[in-house]
């Protein structure tokens, strides 16, 4: 056979092979790339968004003796260089530049009588050149010393910032007598600010931006600052007056992080940790104190729930395009039928005809495979190993499915079969086989409900292979059960006296065989896409009722201090303001635990009105006294509490949440009645005005609002990687169930024809012609949409219980939401109509089949 005069001869079969090809190798090796490069990028937002004090390695030293102190800045930097050097390759490639290292006393009093007690602890920053500025007075310089109480002691020149000069009373000139025992003099020559309070870098450094209050339960409220010292002041900095930590920040930078490359990184972090502990002497100790590996630990359980989702309907998504792909080969091997006949009854070996098959197959197939993998490199995002595997999966299940169906359909030269006369009974190992795969699904799903999240961030087998077990149990029921109806239809069409539906339902009953891959592709193909579908509109559902969880309101108005009656009354006033609920929060103590869990007094009532609209319900309190209690206070009757002033409370019920507030801790919620007098420190707010508006109404307050929540929710990554993933699915997985429709269409389209033509002789019009066309093509779509449609709306809930996906709608879980139906429907309905329209087109093209050639050439 010549190859070439083949693909001439099947050219637009070729070409349609050719577009299904580059098209599934495109999808197969660009959405991995995207998806890999949307959880890289999840990784670095997350990194970049938490505190640099929990992604930073932070090496910290405790000199136990003075052998262990160091007193200048060479021998901190030679430190750090050290530690730099014990970092492991994994992990060294994320630690960036730069990074500080310090030096500070911690709980250093001062040595005077007041009414609360006063803490000035001694710090230096290596960086400190860089993120401070001095505003009054001047940066410190070299020690000195002094007498005190009969003993020469340090004076170290220090600068404080602002707050303690506001807060503490501390001024520039003062020299303050630290330490209780052995003592150190503080001479305060300056005082700074930060340059860049946003900067990451101090959150390590929070002491010394600012003043610390502590209220003790049994003692004065104490003050607590920490001074700012020159690298000379190294010199007369010991522990003999107080504790000292001396720290080597190594900042992380989240922006090379990977996603594959965690579990090594998480390994690196605790080598490191392992490293550090080992370098301790009995003159100091060292720990690393990071919150890296939980940081990393979180974001791998929201990556394996994202993975596991989005590779089972990728995998249902690449299983479907096979299938497409292999009923272009089917008929592509079904044109080249005749030939190959002819050719094996001259004398080809079944080898030689499967060969030339197998050729013309992957000169198709090939090349279009190849420019799928190359479009896919257009994408952006790294390249795992799926996307070099997909392609040559895609070529290698062509060119054997077209070798498999040549061979058994030219065993023998010049074979004649009529398999649509004759149904073979299926023997009893296959039932056998078919009926334990049903069991196992059955029982797999049973068990995955009952054992709920693996609880590890590693892929779950068993999760995604229930999917595909449960499909495939629902296409084998389909495949054995859906002749029966037909056959019943058939029966009853012939007691009737019109022909037209006997013959439709008779050739769509004998084409059982035929039937089977549409059927197998149909199924997961619309299962999948439903599956999405209702997945996609529960996290979209779920995310609103998060934002709402988070904000409570449609606009809420915070601020740190109570809001003075008049700047109520301007928010109350302010065009587009149109509820308005005042609430206040802070801590109460329980009088007889001296428990201080959190409280809220709100106006309910109020409240209510507010979130008319919301899709939160509120709790009701019944009296003006009654309270509802967090689980984590446990179950009490009355009890006093001190807020404000003396009251007793009665529990009212335990409550899991408070919108807006609090969701976990000890907290209360009582009625606004309760206080003493009215104070609000909390609006609740309904109406159009924006948050620029109300904060400047409010100065002292920050602002939050329901969409905002919702934009920040789905603005992650990881979210909007599922969400998109989960539409592009959806339309591809209709799209290839459409073609699939229309691909058993043409299979069958020269018998189709033929027959058509048979009965126009006979006098059968065009208009009949479309209906037999419709009722043999038909019956495989409905039988096949409502078992694919139940099929996906069954799936979100049989995987539920084993899919986290709270992490993408915003902490809560995705359940307990009816699915939206109208996504499903639509693409059953698509299906369906689908297949009119191919039974419509048919006939048309049928209508230039000469009626003569249909008189001289049949079967017979």
């Known amino acids: ?38 959880f890289d990028e999840a990784l670095s937002r997350s990194l970049a968004a938490a505190p640099a004090l929990r992604t930073d390695l932070t090496v910290t030293g405790t000199p136990a003796l003075p052998a262990g102190e160091l007193h200048s800045r060479a021998e901190f930097e030679g430190r750090d260089l050290g530690w730099r050097r014990l970092i492991p390759a994994a992990l060294r490639t994320l630690i960036g530049p730069g990074g500080h290292i310090s030096a500070k006393t911690y709980r250093t009093p001062v040595n005077e009588t007041s009414d609360i007690r006063a803490f000035v602890n001694l710090g230096w920053l290596s960086d400190a050149g860089r993120r401070v500025e001095w505003v009054g007075g001047r940066a410190p310089g070299r020690p000195s010393t002094m007498r005190y109480l009969g003993t020469t002691i340090p004076v170290i020149e220090v600068g404080v910032v602002e707050e303690a000069v506001a807060r503490m009373g501390l001024r520039v000139g003062q020299t303050r007598m630290l330490g209780e025992s052995v003592h150190t003099a503080a001479k305060i020559v300056g005082v700074f600010r930060a340059k860049d309070p946003a900067d990451r870098s101090w959150s390590h450094d929070a002491d010394v931006l600012h003043v610390t209050r502590v209220v003790p339960m049994d003692g004065p409220e104490e003050f607590h600052t920490t001074t700012l010292m020159s690298d000379d002041g190294l010199s007369a900095l010991t522990s003999k007056a107080s504790g000292l930590a001396y720290r ?37 100790s060292y720990r690393l104190v990071t919150g890296l590996p939980q940081l990393l630990t979180g974001f791998l359980g929201a990556l394996s729930a994202a993975q596991t989702v989005m590779y089972l309907v990728l995998g249902g998504l690449f299983a479907v395009a096979l299938g497409v792909i292999a009923l272009g080969v089917r008929l592509l091997t079904d044109r080249m039928a005749r030939t190959m006949a ?49 392609p040559a999966v895609v070529l290698v299940t062509a060119v054997a499915f077209a070798v498999a169906r040549l061979m058994l359909a030219h065993r023998t030269p010049l074979q004649e079969r009529r398999a649509d006369l004759v149904t073979a009974r299926p023997s009893a190992r296959r039932v056998t086989v078919e009926a334990l795969v049903v069991v196992l699904a059955l029982v797999g799903a049973y068990l995955l409900r009952a054992r709920g999240p693996s609880g590890t961030a590693q892929q779950d ?29 058939v029966r009853l069409t012939a007691r009737g006296r019109a022909a037209l539906p006997f013959l439709g339902l008779t050739r769509a009953a004998r084409k059982r065989s035929a039937g089977a891959l549409p059927v197998l592709i149909l199924l997961p193909a619309l299962s999948l896409s439903v599956f999405a579908a209702v997945v996609h509109d529960g996290i979209t559902t779920t995310q609103r009722l998060a934002s709402w969880q988070q904000v409570g309101a449609p606009i809420k108005l915070t601020s740190v201090e109570n809001i003075p009656p008049d700047a109520i009354e301007r928010v109350r006033r302010a065009p587009g303001v149109e509820q308005v609920a005042l609430a206040l929060t802070g801590r109460m103590q329980i009088t007889a635990t001296g428990e201080r869990p959190y409280a809220v007094a709100v106006d309910l009532a109020q409240w209510r009105r507010v979130n008319e609209d919301a899709p939160i319900s509120l709790p009701t309190l019944s009296g003006d006294t009654s309270a509802l209690l967090s689980p984590a206070l446990g179950g009490r009757d009355a009890f006093d509490v001190m807020w404000l002033s003396p009251v007793r409370l009665t529990t009212q019920g335990v409550i899991d949440a408070v919108p807006g507030f609090y969701a976990s801790g000890q907290f209360v919620l009582v009625p606004w009645e309760v206080l003493p007098w009215p104070a609000a420190n909390t609006l609740l707010i309904k109406g159009d005005i924006s948050p620029v508006e109300l904060a400047r109404l409010v100065p002292s307050a920050t602002v939050a609002t329901q969409e905002a929540a919702l934009a920040a929710i789905q603005d992650d990554p990881l979210t909007g990687t599922v969400r998109t993933t989960m539409v592009v699915v959806t339309v591809a997985l209709g799209a290839y169930a459409l073609v699939a429709i229309v691909l058993s269409l043409v299979v069958g389209a020269a018998g189709r024809a033929r027959a058509v033509s048979l009965l126009r002789t006979l006098g059968l019009s065009d208009r009949q012609a479309r209906r037999l066309t419709l009722l043999e093509s038909l019956p495989v779509v409905l039988v096949t949409t409502p078992v694919g449609l139940a099929l996906g709306l069954a799936l979100p809930a049989a995987l539920g219980p084993g899919v986290d996906m709270s992490a993408f709608a915003g902490g809560l879980p995705v359940a307990d939401h009816p699915p939206g ?40």
């Open 1 to 38: 056979m010549r190859i070439p005069l083949g693909l001439r001869a099947h050219a637009g079969t070729s070409a349609l092979l050719v577009v299904l090809t580059a098209v599934a190798c495109l999808l197969v090796s660009g959405l991995p790339r995207t998806m890999q490069a949307s």
């Open 461 to 489: 087998p068993f999760l995604l292979l229930i999917p595909v077990a449960l499909t495939l149990a629902a296409g084998l029921i389909t495949l054995r059960c859906y002749p029966y109806p037909l056959r019943l239809l």
């Open 821 to 860: 139906l109208l996504t499903p429907v639509a693409l059953a309905a698509g299906l369906g109509l689908c297949a009119v329209l191919g039974a419509y087109v048919h006939t048309a093209m049928s209508r230039r089949r000469n009626l003569d050639a249909a008189l001289r050439v049949g079967d017979p």
């Open 248 to 284: 080597w920040v190594l900042p992380l930078d989240g922006r090379a992080a990977s996603a594959l490359d965690v579990p090594a990184v998480q390994a690196a972090v605790a080598e490191f940790q392992r490293q550090v502990d080992v370098q301790g002497t009995g003159t100091t």
């Open 342 to 390: 002819l050719a094996r009854a001259r004398g080809a070996s079944l080898w030689q005809v499967a060969a030339a098959g197998a050729t013309l197959t992957a000169l198709t197939v090939g090349p279009a495979a190849l420019a799928g993998y190359a479009l896919s490199f257009l994408l952006p995002g790294p390249v795992p190993p799926i996307v070099h595997l997909g």
